[in-house]
């Protein structure tokens, strides 16, 4: 079953917590702190499998976790890091932030992978915080959260080739003609509602691979009629063959069906209007087509190229074909949006900031937010720690700046507290 659209969520594995212990061997008096960092979390990681058509597998599945890092032991040992969770998907998906919209990855490679939810930093053991001051802490960090997101993937057909055009024009027929591919053909609207890829062989050895895109019709850039399904499969071809009833079979202009499908092009997106076309002119072997056809070529003249044809026949399609074979070499491909990796340093952001809401002081940030998530509550000195990060981050000091007085209740993340001065 061929699904192009799925919505998971992924997660990063949390990285393990550090261990707070102390070396106690025989003969080394005051062995000081020994406790190990936590493992690192593992990543999301997702891997282009050729062998994989579609996104059926995330219909019965759609939450996906990588493995938490484990603790740290004592002897300094650290513990192991969790292993990372590889995600297979086909060739063609792009992969969106479901808030956002934003493309994380465009994977058209063989092979290709991209970290898509990175694996949580492990906590640091109490050995490592200490100093000369304090020289057997009695505290530990906590591992920080994986990153976590709700995705959209999107499959976008990898083709060189894509036949558009209204429904029950005849493109179904035509791949069937020319390639190996079996679709299914009847005298009825939207017959295809998936598109067929089939790999066309033209001449020594010179093969391409021809998609038939599902009908498209008036107000498909809108959505109207599955259009956005339909639309997203053309964005890959480099060149559209624009299939025509130029017989007018079903009572329609062949001159507005055209200019029809164009303008949907255009409005959904400005590029595909500029993509290469070649028109067939389809079902040559019904009466009303030359007379259609002649007013076609009046129209158009030199600016397109028109192929006579009839799938039913077979009249036509391999002129077409070679027309398409000599032609592919010429066009480069366009570009592919390559995942990015974003790196945010704390500098560039806000280290805090505090709103007031039904009376409480809330502190939020993403620096003061991770020392929270490395902070073990249940530990008084660990606790010390963190109201001496807030106060060295200038917490207090803005707190009293936005008129905190003693006894006000302060939040940070899910802990509220009273503000002392």
């Known amino acids: 079953m061929f699904f192009d659209k799925a919505k998971i969520f992924v997660k990063g594995g949390d990285g393990g917590n550090g261990m707070v212990a102390y070396r106690r061997e025989k003969y080394i008096p005051e062995g000081g702190p020994y406790g190990g960092d936590g493992g690192r979390g593992g990543d999301v990681i997702f891997r282009v499998d050729e062998g994989l058509r579609t996104l059926v597998d995330f219909r019965y599945q759609r939450h996906y976790k990588a493995e938490k890092g ?181 009572e329609r202009d062949p001159l507005e069906d055209y200019a029809a499908i164009n303008r949907e092009l255009e409005l959904y997106n400005p590029k595909l209007a500029r993509r290469k076309q070649l028109i067939a002119a389809n079902k040559m072997d019904l009466p009303t087509a030359k007379a259609n056809l002649e007013r076609l070529q009046a129209k158009l003249g030199s600016t397109a190229e028109i192929f006579p044809v009839s799938a039913v026949s077979g009249e036509g399609l391999d002129a077409l074909m070679h027309r398409v074979a000599r032609l592919l070499p010429e066009i480069e491909d366009e570009p592919i949006v390559e995942a990015v990796e974003k790196i945010t340093k704390l500098e560039d952001v806000p280290r805090f900031s505090i709103t007031r809401e039904d009376g409480i002081f809330i502190v939020s940030g993403k620096e003061i937010e991770l020392h929270f998530d490395r902070t073990d509550f249940n530990n008084e000195e660990s606790v010390r720690r ?36």
């Open 70 to 250: 484990e603790n740290g032991g004592s002897k300094n040992m650290h513990g192991r890091s969790g292993e990372d969770l590889i995600i297979r998907v086909p060739m063609g998906t792009v992969v969106k932030d479901a808030e956002t919209g934003e493309v994380l990855a465009d994977l058209v490679d063989p092979g290709q992978e991209t970290v898509i939810a990175k694996g949580g930093r492990g906590g640091r053991g109490n050995s490592r915080f200490a100093t000369a001051q304090n020289k057997a802490p009695g505290f530990a960090e906590k591992g920080d959260p994986g990153e976590e997101h709700w995705l959209w993937l999107e499959l976008k057909l990898i083709a060189d080739v894509g036949l558009i055009g209204f429904p029950n024009v005849g493109k179904s027929t035509i791949i069937s003609r020319v390639s190996a591919a079996k679709p299914k053909i009847a005298d009825y609207h939207f017959t295809t509602l998936v598109p067929n890829l089939g790999v066309v062989k033209v001449g020594d050895g010179f093969s391409f691979v021809l998609a038939d895109i599902p009908g498209l019709i008036e107000g498909a850039h809108t959505g109207a009629g599955l259009g956005h399904e339909f639309l997203r499969h053309t964005e890959r071809t480099r060149l559209l063959i624009h299939v025509i009833d130029i017989a007018g079979a079903e």
């Open 386 to 421: 963190f109201q001496s990060i807030i106060r060295l981050m200038g917490i207090e000091d803005a707190l009293r700046a936005e008129g905190a007085k003693e006894g006000d209740v302060v939040r940070i993340k899910d802990l509220e507290f009273d503000f002392m001065d």
